[in-house]
């Protein structure tokens, strides 16, 4: 249990990291005026499939779970990354739009070719139920640190 808390407290800590790397961005599709609610704030934070039919305290660690392993099942370590011997975090920002899409993916950190794989897997992740605020949909900010290790 206490590894699980810690676990998710440094998740938390990574995502809210500062770099003082250039931002690049890969992906545009926000729209302009549109404003985003941070991730920490919202009242109902975008639901991942299959996180639907659970209790709403536990929708965040389930959504936390399901990005984690949505990570581990499509990560694809660059095979030019692995002879080149590059390891290092990229963190991934996105938003989660009102329809419940990816948009606005940007990447920071960390060497070009990861970034690309980390744009790559997010990409990849499904439609989500979008997050509310005063009863309406919004669009939703994340930050997600994606770790490259070689072993």
Request: one cysteine or more.
């Given at each position: 249990?206490?590894?699980?808390t810690?676990?998710?407290?440094?998740?938390?800590?990574?995502?809210?990291?500062?770099?003082?790397?250039?931002?690049?961005?890969?992906?545009?599709?926000?729209?302009?005026?549109?404003?985003?609610?941070?991730?920490?704030?919202?009242?109902?934070?975008?639901?991942?499939?299959?996180?639907?039919?659970?209790?709403?305290?536990?929708?965040?660690?389930?959504?936390?779970?399901?990005?984690?392993?949505?990570?581990?099942?499509?990560?694809?370590?660059?095979?030019?990354?692995?002879?080149?011997?590059?390891?290092?975090?990229?963190?991934?920002?996105?938003v989660?739009?009102?329809?419940?899409?990816?948009?606005?993916?940007?990447?920071?950190?960390?060497?070009?070719?990861?970034?690309?794989?980390?744009?790559?897997?997010?990409?990849l992740?499904?439609?989500?139920?979008?997050?509310?605020?005063?009863?309406?949909?919004?669009?939703?900010?994340?930050?997600?640190?994606?770790?490259?290790?070689?072993?």
């Open positions: 249990m206490i590894k699980k810690l676990f998710a407290l440094a998740l938390i800590l990574q995502a809210t990291i500062t770099y003082s790397q250039d931002i690049i961005v890969i992906d545009d599709e926000v729209k302009k005026g549109e404003s985003s609610v941070p991730f920490a704030v919202i009242e109902e934070a975008p639901t991942f499939p299959g996180c639907e039919e659970i209790e709403k305290g536990k929708k965040l660690s389930c959504f936390n779970t399901k990005v984690s392993e949505h990570i581990n099942t499509n990560l694809k370590y660059p095979s030019k990354a692995r002879r080149k011997n590059i390891e290092g975090r990229v963190l991934v920002m996105f989660i739009n009102k329809e419940g899409d990816i948009t606005n993916i940007e990447t920071k950190g960390g060497d070009p070719i990861l970034q690309t794989e980390a744009l790559r897997i997010v990409r992740l499904p439609k989500m139920k979008p997050g509310m605020q005063k009863g309406k949909p919004v669009n939703v900010k994340y930050a997600l640190p994606i770790n490259f290790r070689l072993q």
